[in-house]
């Protein structure tokens, strides 16, 4: 039989609430379409069809600290910048029975997306956007062979994605730590293709008590980058000490004080405006900090290849116990790592099989490791110090000429280099479990689980050169992670009309790297860097169901509690001269000491002294997060009834299942939920409203001590959607959807 489903989604800034980092209510506008259709091809074939387009158009708010033009006096600056967004998918897929026993299946796939003012919001002005354009395409082929109790999957993939990301302007870039930036884009005209093939083939055998499964994958990739970043040029305002100014913008004799960046970027552009030379206007605190400018051949090519091999067994040794274990190898160019071996075991047993209230105790241990990633090595490809050069320049005196290359390379100006360490290993995590489920109930389940994550050979960067003007920036695998969590989930069904669930993590995640990009903040020590990761929100919780009432409406709400996020707190200087903003404050001990700043975490020093204790990375916490969704959903039953179907609705779906749904949060069906499917057509209407009780949840936390918001954000919470779009123009969401299905 043929099926087919039409969604549509639609949502305005109308009946939106304004977002609070915003003085006026952005525009936003959501046309989402959503489609599909299913069918037979004769006897041996069928088809199915899916398709999508989303039109959004999302007011991106700027939220940021400037200087009047006139008065060069600190004012609070506010932008809306309307941002096209444009996504459009097909994926088309027929399977064929070539045999009783042998399946064959293709599917391609093609998306196309356009964001036109990409890069814009919280503290990057309006003429920091980029046009982006992207067309990814899939092919896949797939052969299932089924022989007795023996079932063969063979499987390859091709995925290309190339994106091609225009600047809207070309201007030098001034950025004004924790303030705003300014100028152009860092992209240039940048392109980058991707070519990605893999190839699979999995078997899966039955005998007796035991499920044996093995397999091979081979994996390939490409990538052609043309990136000619930062060919404009940057310079850099930051905190630091400077001498104390009298009403008359000179120096206080023998005073100095702890002066922001938005305070060095105000002096400089005064002593400018007078005419005072490069020196005088260092004297008294203005200049910029840094200069950095990029230069060479855009275009970089590196490619990589991995294999992984696996077999493992899942024995039932007994009706109430089951052993599963196996092996896992893994290996890849780019790094010489060929020791990549991952056991995994794990064990479940019910202790009470004639019991109507089931027991379940699972427990296992496995090791996973991480691919070093494609574009680690294009990045050590680049700015290997040949193919590109990126410039730098401690404390330049020339704001705001732009030299030339010829002229910074003649003055041995420092140069920046990446590399990656030639004793790379592949990150790992070796993870625990211990779990209790119990079935407390016919329709209640609760399950409590214990998880512990040791993760060896996390990356990080170091540069082994400062405080050398010429950094070198050397990736290594130096880096740990220790995670404990608890879990326990509640799953019920009370009748026919009502589902809940809900579940709640305790969680402790301490590391020394949050990834390749994390650089410690003294690279000749790493006191301090042991600290909270990125992942340590001490508590999540959250609570759904799904209810009917007596008008067949369906009312889901879904309840999110967590825990404020950690964030890094820095002085806003290069303090140890490795051309990075990351060092952290000291604790002050002599209260007496200039440039001081009294913060909710104490007394800290921007230019800490030996005998000070510097904080831990990550040491700030952010607050929590409250959000409130809710969706309604009517459906019509048009038609004739299907045949076998009962003349009642169909039942909802499991707490389980309005989960999985709430959570996945893909496409436009887990919006508006399944249809009735008693009739032949069904009409499905429905509400979704996001954040009900228009609860402010901040976004990430300006840790730069020297920024006048420090401590806080300058943008709600929330991420890029699955189709790389933002939407968080508005604080309260309302959509409408409407579905049809046959």
Known sequence: ??????????????????????????????????????????????????????????????????????????????????????????????????????????????????????????????????????????????ETVVRGTAINETRFQYYRNANQMRALNDSPVVQVLGSFTGGGSQLGQSADTQNSYEFQNYTSILRGTHAWRFGIRLRGQTDDSAAPVNFNGTYTFGGGTGPVLDGANQSVAGQTEQISSIERYRRTLLFLQLGYSALQIRALGGGATQFSIGGGRPDTSVGQF???????????????????????????????????????VSIAWAPHTNSHRKTVLRAGFGTFYDRYALANTLTSERFNGSVQQQYVVAD????????????????????????????????????????????????TTSAITYTNSHGVHLLRSRDINAPDPSPLFLTESTGIYNQNQLIANVNTKLDKNLSLF??????????????????????????????????????????????????????????????????????????????????????ATDTSRPGLIQTAYGLLDPSPIPTEKILSRNYGRGPGQFTVNLRLAKTIGIGPLKEGSPKQAAALPTAGQSQSAALDGRGLRNLIGAPSATRRYNLILGMSVRNLLNHTNPGPIV???TSPLFGRANQIAGTLNGEGFSENASNRRLEMQIRFTF
């Open 306 to 344: 991995d294999l992984g091999l696996f077999w493992g067994d899942t024995w039932r040794v007994r009706p109430n116990l089951t052993l599963s274990y196996g092996l896992r190898y893994e290996t890849q160019t780019n790094i010489h790592d060929w020791r990549d071996i991952a056991p995994r």
């Open 502 to 587: 809900g579940f709640y993590v305790l969680n402790k995640a301490m590391s020394d790297t949050d990834g390749v990009g994390t650089s410690p903040a003294n690279p000749y020590s790493y006191q301090g860097e042991y600290g909270p990761a990125a992942t340590d929100v001490r508590h999540r919780g959250t609570i759904g169901g799904s209810i009917t009432t007596r008008w067949n409406v369906r009312l889901s709400p879904f309840v999110i509690l967590q825990s404020g996020a950690p964030f890094n707190i820095t002085t806003g200087n290069d303090v140890y001269g490795t051309t990075l903003f990351n060092a952290r404050p000291g604790i």
């Open 1 to 142: 039989k043929y099926h087919a489903t039409a969604d549509y989604n639609f949502a305005n800034d109308f009946w939106n609430s304004r977002n609070p980092y915003s003085a006026r209510k952005a525009p936003l506008t959501l046309n989402e379409f959503e489609g599909g259709g299913s069918g037979p091809i004769g006897k041996r074939a069928s088809f199915s069809v899916d398709a999508q387009h989303n039109r959004v158009d999302n007011g991106a708010i700027v939220n940021a600290i400037t200087l009047d033009a006139q008065s060069l006096t600190q004012q609070p600056y506010s932008a809306i910048f309307t941002v096209p967004q444009r996504y459009t998918r097909v994926t088309p897929r027929i399977d064929y029975q070539l045999s009783e026993n042998n399946t064959i299946s293709f599917r391609y796939g093609i998306t196309r997306g356009d964001i036109d003012g990409a890069g814009i919001g919280s503290f990057d002005l309006l003429s920091r956007g980029h046009h982006t354009t992207f067309l990814n395409q899939l092919a896949q082929f797939t």
């Open 396 to 443: 330049p005196d020339i704001y705001p000429a732009i030299p030339s290359l010829a002229t910074l390379s003649a003055s041995r100006s420092g140069q920046i280099v990446q590399l990656a360490d030639t004793r790379l290993r592949a990150p790992y995590i070796l993870q625990s479990a211990v779990s209790f489920e119990r079935q407390l109930s016919a329709n």
């Open 703 to 705: 840790g730069n001590i």
